[in-house]
T-cell receptor, first 113, second 115 residues
């Protein structure tokens, strides 16, 4: 059973650019959630996808968008990058568990200059 | 709305001493509660979870947590700290969002273990 993987590990962009982060869910998991973790903070929920449909969204602007594919891999897209978007972006996958146990990937560290 | 509060952003203990990391929750429904650990430059690893089956929950690496409804607490403990326990620890509560559930995290507690 493979775990959750994310790519790339690190990324540097400039303000105004667009970025795509990728996540491969744990085998058999049909739900993926994305979180933003700013330095020194706890992770903040961005959105969740279930069977390719958005299934809940946190307090993030529309320039944060996502996709989930039939193989349950997913993408997080951020347009018009701002300096405050610099953070660790975590992907988490979960299955049909009542308890919403989520398994996290190692994250992508995004730096916006 | 569900939320968690972690008291103490930094905790320092001696190796072999008791570890106690505090978490209080707020929830309008019976909560599912989690403790995660994060090592530097890594993602989150689940330590343990409370799902209403038992109030004392045992997790990995010798950690355990006790759910106390009367105190709305879910504190994490370990009888004897090891140097390898140095990391950041997050308490989280599961909350409904749309058709699914999201995790709401506390601000974290950085655990330092000294010789």
């Amino acid at each position: 059973e493979t775990g959750v993987t994310q790519s790339p590990t690190h990324l540097i962009k400039t303000r105004g650019q667009q970025v795509t982060l990728r996540c491969s869910s744990q085998s058999g998991h049909n739900t993926v959630s994305w979180y933003q973790q700013a330095l020194g903070q706890g992770p903040q929920f961005i959105f969740q996808y279930y069977r390719e449909e958005e299934n809940g969204r946190g307090n993030f602007p529309p320039r944060f968008s996502g996709l989930q594919f039939p193989n349950y891999s997913s993408e997080l897209n951020v347009n018009a990058l701002e300096l405050d978007d610099s953070a660790l972006y975590l992907c988490a996958s979960s299955g049909d568990s009542t308890y919403n146990e989520q398994f996290f990937g190692p994250g992508t560290r995004l730096t916006v200059l | 709305a569900q939320s968690v509060t972690q008291l103490g952003s930094h905790v320092s203990v001696s190796e072999g001493a008791l570890v106690l990391l505090r978490c209080n929750y707020s929830s309008s429904v019976p909560p599912y509660l989690f403790w995660y650990v994060q090592y530097p430059n890594q993602g989150l690893q689940l330590l343990l979870k409370y799902t209403s089956a038992a109030t004392l929950v045992k997790g990995i690496n010798g950690f355990e947590a006790e759910f106390k409804k009367s105190e709305t607490s879910f504190h994490l403990t370990k009888p004897s700290a090891h140097m390898s326990d140095a990391a950041e620890y997050f308490c989280a509560v599961s909350a409904p969002t749309g058709g699914g559930n999201k995790l709401t995290f506390g601000t974290g507690t950085q655990l330092k273990v000294e010789l």
